[in-house]
């Protein structure tokens, strides 16, 4: 990167939705001109027309749209940019694009592909923050091959153990070895699943923390050697390993021990040179010790609530930096300003295992009002398109304590009009009103333990509608003093059809 500073005039955006539309807004506000590039399938989203200048680069699915480094690469010649965005996802953690970019003297948002290559295999990873500070789970230093190593390390950290993909992270490659008896098959298994995956076989061993926290640190870098925290996520409420729920600060970290994980995480950093936005996740058990997992090397899909509790713009200070500015604040200068909480709104049933929804957004209108914000991609009519992820919106609310923040969030879904497709909203309703989650006591088990389908009121409003119909009808033909009385929990039709 050089030295020099080069101010970007316009940018690129290679993504789609939501953040290509968030990373827009920043760019305009800085005078910025944009070019959004996008599939077939997406002709009419909102992003494209936002942009400046839009490009079609192909047919809907991404391995012929959105991730052809080729098309990007001659879109950015052709129309004279100066830098692109990643966005999350698709080619934002992808090391040859970042190199094909700099080859054809376009600025990459984003850190080295050093960095990425480093922290995009998890024993690369561990292997470079070792010595840095920074606390690590009990486990194999390198790949493991051998049975006879891997039993001498499980008796050492003690059982249960957990084989983890060095290509893999997310969660992907996981599996937990109970016993001694089972090492042999979990291990021979875990090899052959990480070679069908990952195209590589590398797996490492690590003690098995039970009912743990997902707490990710934000941090931030130039490229003059400045390196800060921007406080951490609590992530603990997902599915699969995919996020619904996210929210800053988290509920259980003392000053003191941010202070430790936020400078473990400038460490994680520090050791691949960091530039740009990124995020350091760790485990946090139940006493309170943390562990590094892994850095995403990207703006991440829940970065809202850190702008939310430190007045950044994340997309700004990733554009500064990469024209070669200095961060404009030290450590010292920020300050958390109350409580921010992002659920995911995905075109996915939680009634029905969360099945991917398809349909059309025949209603939809998001709620509004002090303390609200959503990043949505989509307008009322538009169909959600099958080829890319479901998430429709990103739902956040901001308060000045996390009691204020839960009751927005609380109010801020009931507003939110959504007919056409089934999504996560009353998920996440129920999460809001749940004992474990309002009292911050909750790890990454929570949907196992406290979910099941039949707990979400209005599972199914239309099916509801109609019992409630068919029920007052029967009443009214038996006893007429009934024929008014609302659904048995106290849903008025009106209210079950408006979602
Ligand atoms: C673990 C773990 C328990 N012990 N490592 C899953 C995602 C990946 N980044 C790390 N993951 C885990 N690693 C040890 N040694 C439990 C998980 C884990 C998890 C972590 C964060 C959020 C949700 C999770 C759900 C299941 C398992």
Same mark, same amino acid.
């Given at each position: 990167m050089a030295k020099k500073n080069r101010k970007i005039q316009k940018l690129l955006v290679a993504n789609r939705g939501e953040i290509a539309l968030r990373v827009m807004r920043s760019a305009r506000e800085m005078g910025i001109k944009t070019v959004a590039v996008f599939s077939e399938a997406d002709r009419i989203a909102p992003f494209v027309r936002f942009a400046d200048e839009a490009v079609c680069i192909g047919p809907a699915p991404s391995k012929e749209s959105y991730l052809v480094i080729e098309k990007l690469v001659k879109v950015c010649t052709d129309f004279k940019v100066d830098a692109v965005h990643p966005g999350y996802g698709f080619l934002s953690e992808n090391g040859a694009f970042c190199t094909a970019l700099e080859q054809a003297g376009v600025i990459f948002i984003g850190p080295t592909p050093n960095a990425m290559k480093v922290m995009g295999d998890k024993l690369a990873a561990k292997e470079a923050v070792k010595g840095h500070g920074v606390p690590l789970v009990p486990g194999t230093e390198g790949a493991v091959n051998g049975l006879e190593v891997a039993m001498s390390v499980a008796k050492t950290i003690t059982f249960p153990i957990l084989i983890k993909a060095a +290509?893999? #992270?997310? #969660?992907? #490659?996981m599996r937990i070895v109970e016993k001694e008896s089972e090492l042999k098959e979990g291990l021979e298994r875990a090899i052959s699943e990480a070679q069908n995956a990952f195209g590589d076989g590398s797996v490492f061993i690590e003690k098995y923390v039970a009912g743990p926290r997902h707490i990710e640190v934000q941090i931030m870098a130039d490229t003059h050697g400045n390196t800060c925290y921007l406080f951490e996520r609590e992530c %603990?409420?997902?599915r699969r390993h995919q996020k619904v729920v996210e929210e &800053?600060? %988290? +509920?259980?970290?003392?000053p003191e021990l941010r202070k430790r994980m936020g400078e473990a995480a400038v460490s994680v950093a520090k050791s691949v040179d960091y530039r740009g936005a990124g995020t350091v996740e760790f485990l946090l058990d139940e006493k309170m010790n943390f562990y590094f997992m892994e850095m995403n090397t990207r703006l991440q899909v829940e970065h809202p609530v850190t702008e939310m509790i430190t007045g950044l713009d994340l997309v700004k200070l990733q554009i500064r930096v990469a024209e070669g500015e200095k961060l404009p604040f030290t450590q010292d200068e920020l300050k958390i300003n109350g409580h921010a909480i992002e659920i995911r709104v995905y075109a996915e049933d939680p009634a029905n295992n969360f099945l991917p929804d398809i349909g059309t957004l025949t209603t939809y209108r998001p709620p509004q009002g002090p303390g609200v914000r959503v990043d949505d991609g989509f307008e009322e009519g538009m169909t959600i398109p099958i080829h890319y992820d479901p998430m429709i919106a990103k739902l956040i609310t901001h308060g000045a304590t996390r009691e204020e923040a839960i009751t927005r969030m609380e109010r801020a879904i009931d507003d939110y009009a959504i007919s056409g497709v089934e999504t996560t909203l009353t998920f996440c309703r129920f999460v809001m009103g749940h004992q474990s989650f309002r009292s911050g006591a909750y790890d990454t088990h929570f949907v196992r333990d406290h979910f099941a389908p039949e707990m979400l009121e209005g599972a199914d409003p239309e099916e509801q509608l109609v019992a409630a119909l068919v029920a007052a009808h029967l009443l009214q033909d038996r %006893?007429?003093?009934? &024929?008014e009385r609302p659904s048995a929990n106290g849903t008025s039709a009106w209210k079950l059809k408006r979602r």
């Open positions: +290509a893999g #992270g997310g #969660g992907k #490659g %603990s409420i997902q &800053a600060p %988290s +509920a259980v970290l003392t %006893s007429p003093e009934h &024929a």
